[in-house]
């Protein structure tokens, strides 16, 4: 994991339980070119990566072939295997699949070549602006990294792209068209095109992030990224590995009805797939990681689907949206929230919603409001809802 | 002066949601209009390259109805023009 709460797992989880949260001013150097100038962007604060220098991760010329998402994308997948303690046969090595979700890609490297062409007015690019922007380069590093030529490819449906690679990868290795799958994503989307695009909808808040709260002001951008390593429960225990959470269910659903304004029907149709899917009950759902952006659109949506498909057990179920920490990572975000979500699991403690401190009544839940909570969860969801109305919702049970 | 700024607010309006200028009138409802908030923010776009003024994000939330664009508009508009009576209003 990398994210604007830390270089790594450790640094994300000891955050989350203290309820730290990474959002500050934008720092000027984060994005492709300095003389941009990122401060005639009207919001200044998001949840950037602080302390990162890839010559710290990749030898020089290896860090000149990739885009920062890309790198940080190795970055992540690096300590998922490190920490799942994967040894690569030849076998696991031919056959092992890498799912990877990103929104906007490697856009960053793109922007440097328009600054080129239409502000100094140059008439070339530099020979790597494809290679390095595509979005399917991060899979592409992972691969290369381990030397892996199963199936690699990448999702990207907006905002729920990593939860969308997540649960793809958990049904090819629940069929056993994988012995093992490295999915998540990585999202870096700060540079000027991109927030300037993100400043036209409105939907970006001047201060911070506060989910669920009735004086939300929008939502916070963030970058990083998260990798899961799956492979079945019997595998994984028989190698003596100690997995931190069993994934057990996945669910998708579009919305079809509007490519901004979410609909609850639609993300109600995607958890309750999801727990059919699991085969959980909803009782035994003990916590759920929202989407909770901090739009007024998403937070009402998300808390009426959450009570259409729990009904009372809604009043008493806690949800939180750590996105009041580590910010809205796009297509990152469905993986960095299902790590924090399995980590919950194996902690046995809920992290809590950041900046609550005014009750929505359209939002009437139990939002762990600002403070981490001691509790095992016996399951737990992890929700993400994407423009264009294409939803994903993973299941994941606690292992003893 | 203010009756051209209405009636260039409701071309705008017209243009951006791709309805005749007839059916725009100054106390058309959003919902008569079928103006859904992802639309609103499409003419406010449009509405700041029309006038050359900037909308800030907390009063775009606010605006539910042509009436309060008009308004809005008219009251930039002036404030664009005429700096000083902008900070006696205030």
């Known amino acids: 994991m990398i994210s604007a709460l830390g270089l790594d797992q450790q640094g994300f989880w000891h955050s989350l339980v203290s309820g730290q949260s990474g959002i500050g001013p934008i720092p000027?150097?984060?994005?492709?070119?300095?003389?941009?100038?990122?401060?005639q962007v009207r919001f200044k604060n998001g949840a950037a990566v602080i302390g990162y220098n890839a010559e710290a991760y990749f030898p020089r010329k290896a860090a000149s072939f990739m885009d920062r998402f890309a790198q940080f994308s190795v970055i992540a997948a690096r300590e998922a295997v490190t920490n799942a303690g994967i040894e690569w046969t030849e076998e696991l090595r031919d056959n092992a699949a890498i799912i990877t979700g990103s929104c906007m890609g490697g856009r960053f490297t793109d922007e440097i070549g328009y600054w080129e062409l239409f502000h100094h007015g140059r008439h070339r690019v530099h020979p790597l602006t494809i290679p390095l922007g595509m979005s399917n380069a991060g899979a592409s590093h992972i691969s290369m990294e381990y030397g892996l030529h199963g199936p690699a490819y990448t999702f990207s449906t907006a905002c729920s792209s990593s939860a969308h690679a997540i649960g793809n990868a958990y049904w090819m290795v629940r069929s056993?068209?994988?012995?093992?799958?490295?999915?998540?994503?990585?999202?870096?989307?700060?540079?000027?095109?991109?927030?300037?695009?993100?400043?036209?909808?409105?939907?970006?808040?001047?201060?911070?992030?506060?989910?669920?709260?009735?004086?939300?002001?929008?939502?916070?951008?963030?970058?990083?990224?998260?990798?899961?390593?799956?492979?079945?429960?019997?595998?994984?225990?028989?190698?003596?590995?100690?997995?931190?959470?069993?994934?057990?269910?996945f669910g998708m659903s579009a919305d079809a009805c509007h490519v901004t304004q979410p609909s609850a029907e639609g993300a109600a149709r995607a958890i309750r797939a999801a727990m059919r899917d699991g085969g959980l009950a909803p009782e035994q759902v003990g916590y759920i990681n929202a989407h909770g952006t901090a739009t007024e659109a998403n937070d009402r949506m998300e808390a009426a689907a959450i009570h259409a498909v729990f009904g009372s057990h809604a009043d008493t179920l806690p949800v939180s949206s750590t996105?009041?920490?580590?910010?809205?990572?796009?297509?990152?975000?469905?993986?960095?929230?299902?790590?924090?979500?399995?980590?919950?699991?194996?902690?046995?403690?809920?992290?809590?919603?950041?900046?609550?401190?005014?009750?929505?009544?359209?939002?009437?839940?139990?939002?762990?409001?600002?403070?981490?909570?001691?509790?095992?969860?016996?399951?737990?969801?992890?929700?993400?809802?994407?423009?264009?109305?294409?939803?994903?919702?993973?299941?994941?049970?606690?292992?003893? | 002066m203010s009756e051209t700024i209405q009636a260039r607010v409701l071309r705008v309006i017209a243009t951006t949601q791709r309805i005749p200028l007839e059916k725009v009138k100054p106390d058309s409802t959003f919902e008569e209009l079928g103006i859904d908030s992802m639309d609103s923010i499409n003419i406010l776009f449009d509405l700041e390259s029309e006038f050359d003024i900037e909308i800030k994000d907390e009063d775009a939330k606010k605006i539910q109805t042509i009436r309060e664009m008009i308004d809005g508009v008219t009251y930039l508009v002036d404030s664009k023009q005429n700096p000083s009576a902008q900070t006696a209003t205030e």
């Open chain 1, 28 to 39: 000027q150097d984060v994005g492709p070119v300095a003389e941009m100038g990122m401060n």
């Open chain 1, 176 to 249: 056993g068209a994988v012995p093992l799958a490295i999915a998540g994503g990585s999202e870096t989307p700060f540079f000027l095109g991109g927030l300037k695009a993100w400043e036209a909808m409105r939907v970006v808040s001047p201060d911070t992030c506060r989910p669920f709260s009735a004086n939300r002001s929008g939502m916070v951008l963030g970058e990083g990224a998260a990798m899961l390593v799956l492979e079945p429960l019997e595998q994984a225990l028989a190698r003596g590995a100690k997995p931190l959470a069993e994934i057990v269910g």
């Open chain 1, 323 to 400: 996105k009041s920490m580590h910010g809205h990572t796009l297509g990152a975000a469905g993986a960095i929230e299902a790590a924090a979500t399995v980590l919950a699991l194996r902690n046995g403690i809920l992290p809590p919603t950041m900046n609550y401190t005014q009750p929505d009544p359209e939002c009437e839940l139990d939002v762990i409001p600002n403070q981490s909570r001691k509790k095992q969860a016996e399951a737990a969801l992890s929700q993400s809802f994407a423009f264009g109305g294409l939803n994903a919702v993973l299941a994941f049970r606690s292992l003893p």
